[in-house]
Structures are given as structure tokens and as C-alpha cells.
């Protein structure tokens, strides 16, 4: 069964502190796909990255970074230097190759960055 | 290209009437979604369509019903509005069924069923 874990429910921080978002995810297919999604207090859902099960190299984009590690089923997503715009609700997703596109999410976690 | 929208953006419903929300995309997506997302829960797929004149169930297809006449659209309507579908529906869209594949979410509709 597919399952994604997002254990931390809140965080606060104050600016320009490092934060760090766990994901944990549960699947047995072995080609899948984890996602992380931003959702600012205005509502939509903006896409920050993918990755696919064959690439554990950890990414990086500006202040955002992603270490992915097969052998513990975690996605987790590191922010440095955070900034008040960071604050909003952070969802990871997991879609498994035999069900297609459908995606399943975390629970999100509230990131809150304070001045 | 405005991308996913939504239509309406927030509505307040009586419990037992119905109502249909509309889901437009001008990316000539062949696939569409509809999630709801509830405090604590994440989002959920109801239903999902993989081609105009498709659709199938979601995870939590219960009081539910959509349909897709024409491929840039896809409609999700209640028949008897319950307290319990209070949320935040969002659709999303996608180029294709591949796993992995980019969702590009809609601005969401908030509603409140009394």
C-alpha cells in the first residue's frame, strides 16, 4: 500500500534559520516517483520538484535542497536561510508507475517563519 | 494561458442541495483530476478522468459524481450536499498518465456545507 508520512504537523523558525521538512513514504512497487508541493496562504499549490526512484542524487535549487535515501524511504526538504515568504503549508507526494498519475499526499506541514 | 481554473472560488451550501463544480484547462491535458483537501488529511483524489467522455474513481469517490463531455473541462457535482463535504476541492491536469508525470493544480474552491 502506498503511503506518505509527514510527521512534523507545524514549525515555527525565525528568519534565515535552516529548516529541514521530513517525508517518509511506504510503496512496493519499485519504480515510483515523490514529489513536494507548496501551498502559500493564498491557496494554490505550486510545484517545487520531482524524482524518480532510479535517482537518488540530492538537488539543489537557490536556498532549497532535497536529500533522497531509498534506504530509509525518505524524501526530506531543507531550506536555508529561511524567509518569511517561506511560510505556507508543504505537502510530499508519492505516485507508483502501476497506478498511473494518481498522486497520494502527506498530511503537510505548516511551516511558519517569523521576523 | 491561464492555466487550470476553477469555478466558483467559494460557495455555502445547505445540507441536501446540490451544485456542480467546474474544472477548465486550456493545456490540452488529456488527463484531470478532482482532490479535496481537509485540516490534517493532506489532499485526496475523488474522481479522475484519463480522456474526454472517461472518468473513474478516486480514492474517496463517495457522494460524488463528475463527468467530462469535452476534454478541456471536467465537472464535479454533489447531488445531496452533506456537512461532511465541507472542504477545499482542487482539479488538477496532466499531459500524461505516466507516473511522474507533472499535476498542475487549479487556485481550489472552498466550500461550506451548513
Known amino acids: 500500500a502506498q503511503k506518505v508520512t509527514q510527521a512534523q504537523t507545524e514549525i515555527s523558525v525565525v528568519e534565515k534559520e535552516d529548516v529541514t521538512l521530513d517525508c517518509v513514504y511506504e510503496t512496493r512497487d519499485t519504480t515510483y516517483y515523490l514529489f513536494w508541493y507548496k501551498q502559500p496562504p493564498s491557496g494554490e499549490l505550486v510545484f517545487l520538484i520531482r524524482?524518480?526512484?532510479?535517482?537518488?542524487q540530492n538537488e539543489i535549487s537557490g536556498r532549497y535542497s532535497w536529500n533522497f535515501q531509498k534506504s530509509t524511504s525518505s524524501f526530506n526538504f531543507t531550506i536555508t536561510a529561511s524567509q518569511v515568504v517561506d511560510s505556507a503549508v508543504y505537502f510530499c507526494a508519492l505516485s507508483e508507475s502501476r497506478y498511473g498519475n494518481k498522486l497520494v499526499f502527506g498530511a503537510g506541514t505548516i511551516l511558519r517563519v517569523k521576523s | 494561458n491561464a492555466g487550470v481554473t476553477q469555478t466558483p472560488k467559494f460557495r455555502v451550501l445547505k445540507t441536501g442541495q446540490s451544485m456542480t463544480l467546474l474544472c477548465a484547462q486550456d493545456m490540452n491535458h488529456e488527463y484531470m483530476y478532482w482532490y479535496r483537501q481537509d485540516p490534517g488529511m493532506g489532499l485526496r483524489l475523488i474522481h479522475y478522468s484519463v480522456g474526454e467522455g472517461t472518468t473513474a474513481k478516486g480514492e474517496v469517490p463517495d457522494g460524488y459524481n463528475v463527468s467530462r463531455l469535452k476534454k478541456q473541462n471536467f465537472l464535479l457535482g454533489l447531488e445531496s450536499a452533506a456537512p461532511s463535504q465541507t472542504s477545499v476541492y482542487f482539479c488538477?491536469?496532466?499531459?500524461?498518465?505516466?507516473?511522474?508525470?507533472?499535476?498542475?493544480f487549479g487556485p481550489g474552491t472552498r466550500l461550506l456545507v451548513l
Open positions: 524524482r524518480n526512484s532510479f535517482d537518488e
Open positions: 488538477a491536469s496532466s499531459y500524461s498518465w505516466q507516473g511522474g508525470e507533472t499535476q498542475y
